[in-house]
């Protein structure tokens, strides 16, 4: 079959081996399922923004979709008011859009609630669904265990007429939230739990729905609603995670109540996605948020969709991340420096290299005597046509505090009062010959001297030093704010930690730098710009910036973190 080709997503993500997934699809199209029709679905509870483990989701649903001439739509999965709401309605689409994809048809599960209702009122006229007056404590109690079985409800057998006149109660808001629920009458006794008697619906009057408003007193739960809504829409290939592996029987147990022979979706599963020093719950994000624990959804060391592209990660980097890590059946955790690695490897060829001195100190040439003169440095050495640009050079530059030793060893090659020769990138050799310091005795202002035959481009620029360092001209340069990023939690398996995961929050996740000096040319320098800083890592320019305040956010050094 040929491959069809979506906007925006390119080769990069082509692969050679196909992954259990399109296996079946292409097993399935073989066989002529469903009129050789492949339609998929990505079903995201607005109750959050999305994280990078629905990109996951979002790969394979929309991957099999476009690689096997299919649809795929985007289903908002609003059966819980409560938690639900437009905000997150908006920011799934964004994201879904910005990582590359575009979906056939916006469909919500709230879309079906006629017809879902209408399926349990069937349900209870052929003695399938009985209204239980239990709380959910009683129901949990009498669920059994895998190896006992569980206990009948005492309203498990009322009269069909009773369970319709309840169950449209329930609905007219004539019964109290919690007091009463649907369920379907399937077997107490059955070896997979999912079958002893699943709620199918339960009363919420306390919260309207973001779509139906006040219209439904009664919400359908995710076993009743999911493979009814894949059903209602015609999807062929219900793809989600291993966790709903053992509801799969349960779904089908559903279908079979209704499907008709020449169409039925099929339920598949791939293992989630889980990342080292990170959480991969809505739940554990919201909390977060929701107590300033970080910035908001969109804090850049959050695993979210918004955080990570806030952070400076591209949606390449993120696709092929994926890519590597693939879909298999059992539940891993994925190092988080392979993300990394990612984004270095996107950037590499494309951010361009700049200076930026995170710690100041100021360096004074005392021969030089020039004025205005510029000198040229490589705009990234990993494209051919990326050219070089103009940096003005002056008397006075600003260099890193690290770069200079009053008292060095041999084993030190940058500056040092006498010591070695050392080169100013894209500039000329300068030595050392001195320094001054304030009053706690830190150094202020390093003095050198330079050789005029020197410069970078140059016929003496050939000449070799041990190292080259990086510099800022004083009154050309602009003040930055930096923001260093680390790990959010200190522990690699956050979602294992049997305490609270606020006490393994890692404190040092956020570093600010606020007087940081950039050179001129990142003026210009929009929202959403990545640059390589020389020598530290690549950056991102965060949200926050705006004329006259110029914020950066650390993507990833330049380097693997040490563990
Ligand atoms: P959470 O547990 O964080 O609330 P969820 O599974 O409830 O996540 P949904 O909005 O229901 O979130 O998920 C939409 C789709 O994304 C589902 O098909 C789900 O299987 C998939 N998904 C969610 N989390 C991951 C993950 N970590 N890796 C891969 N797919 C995921
Ligand atoms: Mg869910």
Same mark, same amino acid.
Not at 16 to 44: H, M, W, Y
Not at 130 to 146: H, N, R
Not at 295 to 314: A, K, S, V
Not at 508 to 535: C, H, M, R, T, Y
């Given at each position: 079959?040929?491959?069809?080709?979506?906007?925006?997503?390119?080769?990069?993500?082509?692969?050679?081996?196909?992954?259990?997934?399109?296996?079946?699809?292409?097993?399935?199209?073989?066989?002529?399922?469903?009129? @050789? $029709?492949?339609?998929?679905?990505?079903?995201?509870?607005?109750? @959050?923004?999305?994280?990078?483990?629905?990109?996951?989701?979002?790969? !394979?649903?929309?991957?099999?979709?476009?690689?096997?001439?299919?649809?795929?739509?985007?289903?908002?999965?609003?059966?819980?008011?409560?938690?639900?709401?437009?905000?997150?309605?908006?920011?799934?689409?964004?994201?879904?859009?910005?990582?590359?994809?575009?979906?056939?048809?916006?469909?919500?599960?709230?879309?079906?609630?006629? =017809?879902?209702?209408? *399926?349990?009122?069937?349900?209870?006229?052929?003695?399938?669904?009985?209204?239980?007056?239990?709380?959910?404590?009683?129901?949990?109690?009498?669920?059994?265990?895998?190896?006992?079985?569980?206990?009948?409800?005492?309203?498990?057998?009322?009269?069909?007429?009773?369970?319709?006149?309840?169950?449209?109660?329930?609905?007219?808001?004539?019964?109290?939230?919690? #007091?009463?629920?649907? $369920?379907?009458?399937?077997?107490?006794?059955?070896?997979?739990?999912?079958?002893?008697?699943?709620? !199918?619906?339960?009363?919420?009057?306390?919260?309207?729905?973001?779509?139906?408003?006040?219209?439904?007193?009664?919400?359908? !739960?995710?076993?009743?609603?999911?493979?009814?809504?894949?059903?209602?829409?015609?999807?062929?290939?219900?793809?989600?995670?291993?966790?709903?592996?053992?509801?799969?029987?349960?779904?089908?147990?559903?279908?079979?109540?209704?499907?008709?022979?020449?169409?039925?979706?099929?339920?598949?599963?791939?293992?989630?996605?889980?990342?080292?020093?990170?959480?991969?719950?809505?739940?554990?994000?919201?909390?977060?948020?929701?107590?300033?624990?970080?910035?908001?959804?969109?804090?850049?060391? !959050?695993?979210?969709?918004?955080?990570? /592209? $806030?952070?400076?990660?591209?949606?390449? %980097?993120?696709?092929?991340?994926?890519?590597?890590?693939?879909?298999?059946?059992?539940?891993?955790?994925?190092?988080?420096?392979?993300?990394?690695?990612?984004?270095?490897?996107?950037?590499?060829?494309?951010?361009?290299?700049?200076?930026?001195?995170?710690?100041?100190?100021?360096?004074?040439?005392?021969?030089?005597?020039?004025?205005?003169?510029?000198?040229?440095?490589?705009?990234?050495?990993?494209?051919?046509?990326?050219?070089?640009?103009?940096?003005?050079?002056?008397?006075?530059?600003?260099?890193?505090?690290?770069?200079?030793?009053?008292?060095?060893?041999?084993?030190?090659?940058?500056?040092?009062? @006498?010591?070695?020769?050392?080169?100013?990138?894209?500039?000329?050799?300068?030595?050392?010959?001195?320094?001054?310091?304030?009053?706690?005795?830190?150094?202020?202002?390093?003095?050198?001297?330079?050789?005029?035959?020197? =410069?970078? @481009?140059?016929?003496?620029?050939? #000449?070799?030093?041990?190292?080259?360092?990086?510099?800022?001209?004083?009154?050309?340069?602009?003040?930055?704010?930096? $923001?260093?990023?680390? /790990?959010?939690?200190?522990?690699?398996?956050?979602?294992?930690?049997?305490?609270?995961?606020?006490?393994? *929050?890692?404190?040092? %996740?956020?570093?600010?730098?606020?007087?940081?000096?950039?050179?001129?040319?990142?003026?210009?320098?929009?929202?959403?710009?990545?640059?390589?800083? *020389?020598?530290?890592?690549?950056?991102?320019?965060?949200?926050?910036?705006?004329?006259?305040?110029?914020?950066?956010?650390?993507?990833?050094?330049?380097?693997?973190?040490?563990?």
């Amino acid at each position: 079959m040929d491959k069809v080709e979506l906007n925006n997503v390119n080769a990069e993500d082509e692969k050679v081996s196909k992954n259990f997934i399109e296996q079946i699809v292409e097993k399935d199209l073989a066989d002529g399922l469903n009129g @050789g $029709r492949i339609q998929t679905r990505f079903p995201p509870e607005p109750n @959050g923004y999305l994280h990078i483990g629905h990109a996951k989701a979002i790969c !394979m649903d929309f991957g099999i979709a476009r690689n096997y001439g299919g649809t795929c739509n985007l289903r908002f999965d609003d059966t819980n008011p409560v938690k639900e709401d437009t905000e997150y309605v908006d920011s799934i689409q964004e994201d879904i859009k910005w990582l590359g994809f575009q979906w056939n048809n916006i469909y919500y599960a709230s879309d079906y609630f006629d =017809k879902l209702y209408e *399926l349990a009122i069937r349900f209870i006229k052929e003695g399938k669904a009985y209204v239980d007056e239990q709380s959910a404590e009683e129901i949990a109690a009498q669920k059994g265990t895998p190896t006992q079985p569980g206990t009948n409800s005492p309203f498990r057998d009322r009269p069909i007429e009773e369970n319709l006149e309840l169950f449209e109660k329930m609905n007219r808001g004539e019964i109290e939230d919690g #007091r009463m629920v649907l $369920r379907a009458k399937i077997d107490m006794a059955h070896s997979n739990m999912h079958f002893r008697d699943p709620i !199918m619906y339960r009363i919420i009057t306390t919260h309207p729905h973001h779509r139906t408003g006040t219209k439904w007193k009664v919400y359908p !739960m995710y076993d009743f609603a999911h493979g009814q809504s894949d059903y209602f829409e015609g999807v062929t290939h219900s793809l989600c995670t291993l966790e709903f592996e053992v509801h799969r029987p349960l779904y089908d147990y559903f279908l079979d109540q209704f499907a008709t022979p020449d169409y039925r979706p099929k339920q598949r599963e791939f293992n989630r996605l889980n990342i080292t020093y990170t959480v991969m719950s809505k739940r554990k994000m919201l909390a977060l948020v929701k107590e300033g624990l970080v910035r908001g959804w969109d804090d850049p060391r !959050m695993p979210t969709i918004c955080g990570l /592209r $806030r952070r400076g990660y591209t949606p390449e %980097s993120i696709r092929n991340f994926i890519n590597r890590i693939g879909y298999t059946k059992y539940e891993a955790l994925n190092d988080v420096s392979l993300l990394e690695a990612s984004i270095r490897e996107d950037l590499k060829p494309k951010a361009y290299r700049v200076c930026a001195v995170m710690d100041p100190i100021r360096l004074v040439i005392d021969n030089y005597t020039g004025d205005g003169e510029m000198v040229q440095i490589e705009n990234n050495p990993e494209d051919e046509n990326a050219g070089m640009r103009d940096v003005r050079f002056g008397r006075e530059l600003w260099i890193e505090r690290g770069d200079f030793r009053e008292e060095a060893d041999k084993n030190f090659f940058r500056l040092s009062p @006498g010591g070695r020769e050392v080169r100013l990138k894209g500039g000329y050799i300068i030595q050392a010959v001195g320094c001054e310091k304030d009053a706690e005795g830190n150094v202020t202002t390093v003095h050198a001297t330079y050789d005029p035959e020197s =410069k970078s @481009g140059t016929e003496g620029g050939n #000449r070799k030093v041990k190292s080259t360092i990086n510099w800022v001209e004083c009154q050309t340069a602009l003040d930055a704010e930096v $923001r260093f990023y680390d /790990r959010l939690f200190t522990e690699e398996n956050p979602a294992a930690y049997e305490g609270d995961f606020r006490e393994i *929050l890692n404190p040092e %996740s956020l570093k600010i730098v606020s007087d940081a000096k950039v050179e001129a040319f990142l003026g210009n320098a929009k929202k959403g710009d990545k640059f390589q800083f *020389l020598k530290t890592g690549y950056f991102n320019t965060d949200d926050d910036t705006v004329p006259g305040k110029l914020v950066f956010n650390l993507t990833v050094s330049l380097k693997e973190q040490k563990k």
